[in-house]
């Protein structure tokens, strides 16, 4: 069951909620709710209007943050080698990160993402990070070690879909052997038969 954004929580400080949207398993799970109150205390808000791209694919500035989706969906597309345009890898809303290896090593963004809706996020810097690590190093290194383990879950997933897809092409490709063996008749059939 999805966390309610801070629209569907008006009871409840935007903070309070943005800290919940961290701990849910879409964001930092392993992080605790103590922990992430600290966290969202250094990171700032952002409205990104409908439409808007925010972040390009291959980018090279300006990625040294991550950010919570608090409210509204985002597109996350990725580049098609030997295609035209992109393609939709995945929608988001309340509850996501994103960015998460950007905030660590302001590498190229590996995807394109646009507001669908109007978004309201909650952006932490790297700046904002060793703020945070110097002023409370034991939640710093808890926040780390929360992002440190999403990162090795994706890279987990990614490792068996590779291998899954390595399965499929490799049945594919017995399957095209079979197929030009019995028209160039290798295939248990001896060429003067027909």
Do not use: W
Not at 41 to 68: C, W
Not at 86 to 91: G, P
């Amino acid at each position: 069951m999805p966390m309610p954004s801070i629209s569907e929580r008006p009871d409840l400080p935007p903070q309070e909620v943005a800290a919940r949207l961290l701990v849910t398993p879409s964001a930092l799970d392993d992080l605790k709710l103590a922990d992430a109150k600290r966290v969202v205390g250094y990171m700032k808000p952002q409205l990104i209007s409908a439409g808007t791209v925010f972040i390009h694919e291959g980018e090279l500035r300006g990625n040294d943050y991550m950010m919570l989706i608090l409210e509204g969906d985002i597109s996350v597309e990725s580049e098609m080698p030997g295609a035209d345009g992109s393609m939709v890898v995945n929608v988001i809303g309340p509850g996501h990160l994103i960015g998460e290896m950007g905030v660590l090593d302001g590498s190229p963004r590996s995807a394109t993402c646009a507001a669908i809706t109007d978004v309201a996020a909650a952006v932490l810097s790297r700046a904002a990070l060793r703020r945070l690590l110097k002023a409370d190093p034991a939640v710093g290194a808890r926040l780390l070690l929360a992002i440190s383990k999403r990162m090795a879950d994706r890279l987990r997933e990614t490792t068996r879909k590779l291998r899954t897809f390595a399965q499929m092409n490799k049945a594919l490709q017995q399957e095209l052997q079979v197929v030009m063996n019995s028209r160039t008749g290798r295939g248990g059939r001896s060429s003067g038969e027909g």
